[in-house]
């Protein structure tokens, strides 16, 4: 699915883009070189001039990692729409919304 939505994103022209951000599952990070990290980079290389978010819940990786088992889902969510908002000059200003991925385990 995931190259689906790459290629989708890839045949418009870099005036069309939309900002991206990214929202990790269970047990991964926002900076994890083997996924996010390299979804992240490969956006930005593909989607050249997009602005991609990659979010971090928590002050540092580590403690990005253990929120996603741990932390109440509301605050994750609380916790996601601040960095958002803190972020929204870079997230909107090609459009008014960003398209968000969210990578989950689960249903």
């Known amino acids: 699915m995931f190259s689906f939505l790459l290629l989708g994103l890839v045949g418009m022209s870099v005036s069309q883009y939309t900002p991206v951000v990214l929202w990790h599952g269970m047990g991964d990070s926002c900076c994890n070189p083997l996924s996010m990290g390299s979804v992240k980079k490969m956006l930005g290389k593909e989607l050249e001039g997009t602005y991609v978010l990659s979010l971090m819940i928590g002050s540092n990786v580590a403690s990005d990692t253990t929120n996603g088992f741990f932390m109440d889902v509301n605050e994750q969510i609380d916790y996601a729409c601040n ?19 969210v990578c989950l385990q689960g249903s």
């Open 83 to 101: 960095a958002i908002k803190k972020n929204a000059p870079r997230c909107l200003r090609l459009t008014p919304l960003p398209r968000l991925l």
